[in-house]
T-cell receptor, first 115, second 114 residues
Framework: GAGVSQSPRYKVAKRGQDVALRCDPI?????LFWYQQALGQGPEFLTY????????KSGLPSDRFFAERPEGSVSTLKIQRTQQEDSAVYLC?????????????FGPGTRLTVL | GNSVTQMEGPVTLSEEAFLTINCTYT??????LFWYVQYPGEGLQLLLK?????DKGSNKGFEATYRKETTSFHLEKGSVQVSDSAVYFC?????????????FGKGTLLTVNP
């Protein structure tokens, strides 16, 4: 079956522009996660949704970052007024159940470059 | 806070060589431990996991044993193949209510030459 998909795969933005990154999780997966992976680093947790509810946004680095999942499936990560330090790969993952840990299935990521 | 430290790369091996990638962690309680693999152009995939002390995770010839006493989860494979070339990430999931929040190491690039 189809895995987690993300679009666009690559995004170049000028500093100060707003960007929106899309994630399509595996159908039926309750939980959805966003991670940020800077060059040469491991992924770092940003936020967690269970269905449409955003249960944890403790990893969002600033109030310029906003995520939503209005119908409990597709999610969008929005970054306002992008800065150079926002350049990274943004990973989306989904898992079948909420609550306790279940295997997270990752998408290929969106590479954001801010000039 | 929680952290994972893994062996700096890159690691270059010849086919059929023995592989070890070291991983140690810092966490309270009893986290679950994972190895993820990222092949070129693909998303992270779970390779193996262990959820309690002394558990051994294994998959595709790779093994790792959860050692509580040394807070380690080293990845091993007896005979690597060219197709194992990828980036390997050690990760933990904390015990308790935030166990969905994975903490990753920096990753180790493995290149296997024929």
């Amino acid at each position: 079956g189809a895995g987690v998909s993300q679009s666009p795969r690559y995004k170049v933005a000028k500093r100060g522009q707003d960007v929106a990154l899309r994630c399509d999780p595996i159908s039926g997966h309750v939980s959805l996660f966003w991670y940020q992976q800077a060059l040469g680093q491991g992924p770092e947790f940003l936020t967690y949704f269970q269905n449409e509810a955003q249960l944890d946004k403790s990893g969002l680095p600033s109030d310029r970052f906003f995520a939503e999942r209005p119908e409990g499936s597709v999610s969008t990560l929005k970054i306002q007024r992008t800065q150079q330090e926002d350049s990274a790969v943004y990973l989306c993952a989904s898992s079948f159940q909420g609550g306790s840990y279940n295997e997270q299935f990752f998408g290929p990521g969106t590479r954001l470059t801010v000039l | 806070g929680n952290s994972v430290t893994q062996m700096e790369g890159p690691v270059t091996l010849s086919e059929e060589a023995f592989l070890t990638i070291n991983c140690t962690y810092t966490a309270t309680g009893y986290p679950s431990l994972f190895w993820y693999v990222q092949y070129p152009g693909e998303g992270l995939q779970l390779l193996l996991k262990a959820t309690k002390a002394d558990d051994k995770g294994s998959n595709k010839g790779f093994e790792a044993t959860y050692r509580k006493e040394t807070t380690s989860f080293h990845l091993e494979k007896g005979s690597v193949q060219v197709s194992d070339s990828a980036v390997y990430f050690c990760a933990l999931s904390p015990s308790g209510g935030s166990n969905y929040k994975l903490t990753f190491g920096k990753g180790t690039l493995l290149t296997v030459n024929p």
